[in-house]
């Protein structure tokens, strides 16, 4: 027998099974609304001041109202919530989604908002390197448009298009380009390669996401002194003669690359910046 299932909306637990959302919800019509993916370890959620702080960003630059009171005390509160309510492992992923209440065309007539936090248990380590290297190649049937939001939002079609050819081409990632061709991030990570133990990353101005995990690891990086980091523009030339490539999310923490197109990669430098992170959140 399926145990239920329950997600928070509101401030209010609800049963997955009874969900329903209106035909008039804006993120459903305009993608008018953000989302932020939070990692559980051990039911403690990491950087969890961090995805508000950018949340909050967001949800100013889109001019919602009240946004203080999606604070770090209410979401954390309610992810415990959530926890017991789920019977919860305490290893899992949590998705806090906020969008614009119904009203308008594309001119809102209403700058309140409705959230909704789910949680999904998963089933891998936290912050423990891949043991295969991944495949990836580079998606250029669209460009990824620099912008001033910095989070996710609701509109993530060049993520879906992207996944798609993913698919297509066989490989486990793909790295989506802006209309410089300069790479931006991946389908769902950001980017770094190292080189002459230099590591490099794109710059936020370039279009990406202003990854929680990236602005750690950045800082860990330089706490440790062991590596000088660079924010900079990232050509499909330079990554590839990159000595090591990797790709950073919460959830999955570091991944390493094996393999993009014709060029092959190590993991020598990469399971030290591992550890360094690893220290830095003391696991």
């Not at 990824?144 to 509109?155: D, G, P, R």
């Not at 879906?160 to 991030?185: H, Q, W």
């Not at 370039?206 to 924010?231: A, H, M, P, T, W």
Request: aromatic share 10%; net charge negative; proline share 1%.
């Amino acid at each position: 027998m399926n145990k239920t299932k329950y997600y928070i909306q509101n401030g209010v637990l609800q049963e997955f099974d009874n969900a329903s959302i209106s035909v008039l919800n804006r993120s459903f019509r305009y993608g008018d609304g953000l989302f932020e993916t939070i990692r559980l370890i051990d039911g403690f959620p990491i950087f969890l001041d961090d995805h508000i702080l950018r949340l909050h960003k967001s949800m100013k630059l889109l001019k919602y109202h009240s946004v203080e009171l999606l604070n770090f005390e209410v979401v954390k509160r309610l992810i415990n919530n959530l926890i017991a309510s789920n019977n919860s492992s305490g290893n899992a992923r949590i998705r806090l989604q906020v969008f614009r209440n119904e009203g308008g065309l594309f001119l809102p007539t209403d700058n309140s908002y409705t959230y909704i936090i789910e949680l999904e248990d998963i089933d891998f380590e936290p912050c423990v390197l891949n043991e295969k290297g991944l495949s990836i190649d580079i998606y250029t049937e669209s460009f990824l448009a620099k912008s001033i939001i910095q989070s996710k939002t609701s509109s993530s079609l060049i993520y879906i298009l992207a996944s798609l050819y993913r698919k297509e081409m066989g490989v486990d990632d793909i790295l989506i380009l802006n209309s410089d061709y300069k790479i931006v991030e991946a389908n769902s990570s950001n980017v770094f390669c190292v080189k002459d133990k230099v590591i490099y990353t794109p710059h936020l101005s370039s279009g990406c996401i202003d990854g929680v995990f990236r602005k750690n690891l950045i800082e860990s990086i330089n706490q440790s002194g062991e590596y000088q980091i660079e924010e900079a523009e990232l050509s499909i030339d330079f990554a590839k003669s990159a000595d090591e490539l990797f790709i950073t999310n919460v959830v999955r923490g570091i991944q390493w690359v094996e393999q993009f197109q014709n060029k092959s990669f190590v993991n020598v430098e990469i399971q030290r910046i591992n550890e360094i992170f690893r220290n830095f959140i003391m696991l």
